[in-house]
């Protein structure tokens, strides 16, 4: 609901309203909170939020655009390109120093970026938290945006509560709190659909080898395959054919397989063995931590196998009706690392990427596209945290640092924002830096 320019343009249109209707609300409960005067209230908390605003408003299409990026010799015949997804559910908690304009400007972001947001001013500036809880819930969309009042003990039990991002500005932070930054690929349970209609031994190999890889010891390594009933017979003997073709009738006895880890990491994976039915595989031996290549099927949600990260070679099959049931499925656990899906018809490969979030994804094969140093490798929610590749992994490592170094000289154009104020100088100030709409234009 919240994913379309559209929306995310209607959302903050009514944003601007509220900012120009209300200014003057703003204005007096600043005031009554801590006698912010006028001109200091209309500069840092509406002026600078509609600038913020507009600039939002001037360049959401061109943010929201997929970049696409090189690709190396392999991948040349395809199509690569990031996609700017939202977090999901985001919390912003504010401050009591610019309680409307610390509170709004993330939300500003947060619904640009398309995301549900639920808002937490300051309770210690009771009447800009008034104006918030009552007010600005007139203007967005009730279902997608929420105001909540909280202290301290209340504010401590909403964050108990499960949120895909949190915007925190802390004035006073717990003296147990280190801010560090960090970045977590943690990795989890990445699905693979496959639709009915593909190239069943095409899909057998690249999926083979993909979750066969190191011994199915690879993060991003696709953990269970999605699809119908129908599929599934066909896709088991090929996928025997291409373990076949890939290490020999004994996998055992192939130099192209490798082994689990450790005794502790077998016998984790063994023990996953015992969910579903053994297709394929299904073979160990202890002494050489050696798991043969292994399908599972008739697998249930309930299973420990679906409880956990696999990491190793055991490939699971989940049969469901059809694409809309596996994409309900994926939606229904944690956000992985990365969402496979194979057909012959790029609307339905669209489909999954579209109505699903993830850390990273790629259609019609596995594992690929952490070849590409133009693509960002990462996780979200219980996947992992930031990103690496390339330029984001530089990113990842810099801090974007905000500075202005002026001049010396020329102290008469700063007094026009020097007490005593006066209705001249806000106009002028004003003028000298609003940030406009295309196409407005002021009277001088």
């Not at 913020?52 to 190396?72: I, T, Y």
């Not at 989890?188 to 999926?207: E, H, L």
């Amino acid at each position: 609901r919240t994913r379309s320019l559209e929306y995310r343009m209607a959302q903050l249109e009514a944003l601007g309203r509220f900012l120009e209707e209300k200014k003057q609300d703003i204005l007096e409960a600043t005031a009554l909170d801590m006698r912010k005067p006028p001109f200091e209230a209309e500069f840092s908390e509406v002026l600078l939020c509609k600038n913020e605003l507009n600039e939002a408003l001037n360049n959401l299409s061109r943010w929201m655009k997929d970049k696409h990026v090189d690709k190396n010799l392999a991948t040349q015949l395809d199509s690569a390109f990031i996609r700017k997804d939202p977090y999901g559910v985001v919390l912003i908690i504010g401050p009591w120093n610019y309680p409307i304009y610390l509170l709004l400007v993330p939300l500003i972001g947060a619904i640009a970026a398309g995301n549900c947001v639920i808002i937490k001013p300051s309770e210690l500036t009771k009447n800009s938290e008034k104006l918030m809880e009552e007010v600005l819930p007139q203007y967005l969309d009730k279902d997608c945006f929420a105001v909540v009042t909280a202290g301290v003990e209340e504010t401590t039990r909403l964050l108990e509560n499960k949120f895909d991002y949190i915007f925190f500005t802390a004035l006073v932070l717990p003296a147990a709190l280190h801010l560090t930054p960090v970045t977590l690929e943690l990795g989890g349970k990445n699905p693979c659909y496959v639709s009915d209609t593909c190239d069943v031994q095409n899909v057998a190999r690249r999926v083979a080898w993909g979750r066969f890889f190191n011994a199915g010891q690879t993060c991003i390594a696709p953990d269970y395959v999605l699809c119908s009933v129908e599929m599934q017979e066909k896709l088991m003997p090929a996928l025997r054919e291409a373990i076949t073709e890939f290490y020999g009738s004994e996998p055992r006895n192939s130099p192209d397989f490798a082994r689990i880890v450790g005794d502790e990491q077998f016998k984790r994976v063994q023990a996953l063995l015992s969910s579903g039915r053994v297709a394929i595989g299904g073979q160990t031996d202890e002494k050489e931590r050696y798991i043969a290549p292994t399908v599972l099927v008739d697998v249930k949600p309930s299973h420990p196998a679906m409880q956990e990260e696999i990491f190793g070679p055991i490939l699971l099959i989940i049969t469901v009706a059809n694409m809309d049931e596996a994409i309900d499925f994926i939606n229904s656990r944690e956000r992985p690392l990365v969402i496979y899906a194979f057909s012959s018809d790029n609307k339905v490969v669209n489909q999954v990427l579209e109505r699903t979030s993830s850390g990273g994804f790629c259609g019609n094969d596995t594992l690929m596209h952490v070849t590409l140093t133009s693509l960002p490798f990462g996780g979200i929610g219980s996947s992992g945290l930031g990103m690496c590749h390339g330029q984001f992994t530089f990113d990842t490592f810099t801090h974007h640092r905000g500075c202005l170094q002026r001049g010396t000289g020329l102290e008469p154009i700063n007094t026009l924002r020097y007490p005593p104020y006066s209705t001249h100088k806000m106009g002028l100030i004003r003028t000298a830096t609003s940030i406009k709409r295309r196409g407005e234009c002021f009277l001088l």
